[in-house]
């Protein structure tokens, strides 16, 4: 190709390419326009949040008045995870998910707490040890209730999974784990029996007084409180009326 003719096309690659350039510049701002447009919470509304999940215990209708502030931003505008953020803050929610249904749904999905225990006189303890507090008390049949630090109720939920099944072999419940500040552990069972274990080898100590819980377990005397804190073996105090 000669000189002459590579100066001849040369333009033409310029203005070819400055029209690309146009047409890419009134795309974006016909883009940005468009969504502005469909980012104008007039326009686009959130009409309606769906609350999906086992719900039992959430207040549906308080936590949709709750949100209805943020999803005045519109179906676009509005922020997820700020509508995560609220909807995770309630005591029964364990968890939430966020999504946007065209054209103007918002749908919350909800697992809602599973409480396994009680933790003192207000609180509860979900199946993961964490303790929640709901801002109404609720009758629910747990099993048991504990009472310590609050950091320490996963230790207390996997201590009481381990020692439960070992006691209802005999009939008993374990109805309450105590954790003092001291690190002892105390328990209480079904009948008023009170079981202290101590501070260290608390499991090897509870396994000794289930091997000779029948030589305790007599129908003419019932112990009231089993003291484990001994090297070859434990304390029992017996009932007032059973003590003679």
Request: charged share 30%; aromatic share 8%.
């Amino acid at each position: 190709m000669s000189r002459e003719t590579s100066r001849k096309t040369t333009p033409r690659r310029l203005s070819g390419a400055w029209l690309a350039l146009g047409f890419l510049g009134l795309a974006a701002l016909a883009g940005a326009w468009g969504w502005q447009r469909l980012s104008d919470p007039a326009l686009m509304p959130v009409r309606q949040v769906a609350i999906h999940g086992r719900v039992r215990h959430v207040d549906v209708k308080a936590l949709q008045k709750a949100l209805a502030e943020v999803t005045r931003a519109g179906f676009f505008g509005v922020d997820l995870a700020e509508v995560q953020r609220i909807v995770q803050a309630r005591p029964w929610v364990a968890a939430a998910r966020v999504r946007r249904v065209w054209p103007d749904r918002l749908v919350v999905e909800i697992r809602e707490q599973r409480p396994v225990a009680r933790w003192g006189r207000r609180g509860l303890v979900n199946e993961r040890g964490e303790v929640f507090e709901p801002a109404k008390k609720v009758r629910l049949a747990l099993p048991v209730t504990f009472e310590g630090p609050r950091g320490a109720a996963g230790r207390m939920l996997a201590f009481y999974r381990q020692v439960a099944p070992a006691f209802e072999k005999l009939g008993l419940k374990v109805q309450k784990v105590r954790l003092d500040p001291r690190g002892e552990w105390r328990l209480g069972l079904s009948g008023g029996l009170e079981v202290v274990a101590g501070r260290e080898r608390m499991k090897a100590r509870i396994r000794r007084l289930v091997a000779v819980w029948p030589l305790l377990a007599e129908p003419a005397r019932r112990p009231q409180r089993i003291d484990l804190r001994y090297e070859q073996g434990f304390a029992v105090r017996w009932r007032p009326e059973e003590q003679s």
